[in-house]
């Protein structure tokens, strides 16, 4: 929600066409206060730190990430998650600099198709720029999907915290 209110006054005051994807129905919830957010049009911001894993995330699967995160905590695993507010224009330089840091799985978590998200713009970046990373996407499916509702739908396509956290472990085995 806080997101959402800044990003509305950025838009209006910004200078050329504009598309906000935004959630659907009265519950919106407020995640970003804690981390001294500002919105910024194309601006990534990294909201927590880890030495394991780096998670880049856009939109409602930011606070997903946030809270798989702390869970994996408990597992002594590490994990930095990196809001990409905006897709174009998009935080090359950020991104770079975020995966650049030595070690880390990269993930990108986006509640949108796997192809041509953020994900493919992440790996075309790291392809671009000749930076050699361990990449793995958690995003919709390629393929037309089911209506339900937004949790049942979380589940069944793995964009739900609990499937974040478990491809995340899957993944670093």
Not at 71 to 97: M, Q, S
Request: hydrophobic content about 45%; charged content about 25%; aromatic content about 6%.
């Amino acid at each position: 929600a806080l997101e959402m209110q800044q990003a509305t006054k950025a838009v209006a005051a910004f200078n050329g066409p504009v598309y906000m994807r935004l959630l659907r129905g009265n519950r919106v919830p407020v995640v970003l206060d804690k981390y001294d957010y500002q919105f910024e049009i194309g601006k990534a911001k990294l909201l927590r730190d880890g030495a394991d894993v780096l998670m880049i995330s856009c939109g409602e699967m930011t606070m997903r990430c946030l809270d798989a995160a702390e869970a994996l905590e408990k597992d002594n695993i590490h994990a930095a998650v990196l809001h990409v507010p905006t897709i174009k224009p998009f935080d090359r330089e950020t991104i770079l600099a975020e995966v650049k840091k030595s070690g880390r799985l990269v993930v990108t978590a986006e509640n949108h198709s796997i192809v041509g998200g953020l994900g493919s713009l992440v790996a075309n970046l790291l392809v671009d720029e000749q930076v050699s990373a361990v990449l793995k996407k958690i995003a919709l499916p390629d393929r037309y999907l089911a209506a339900g509702t937004l949790e049942t739908l979380q589940d069944t396509y793995g964009v739900s915290t609990k499937t974040v956290i478990s491809q995340v472990k899957s993944y670093l085995n």
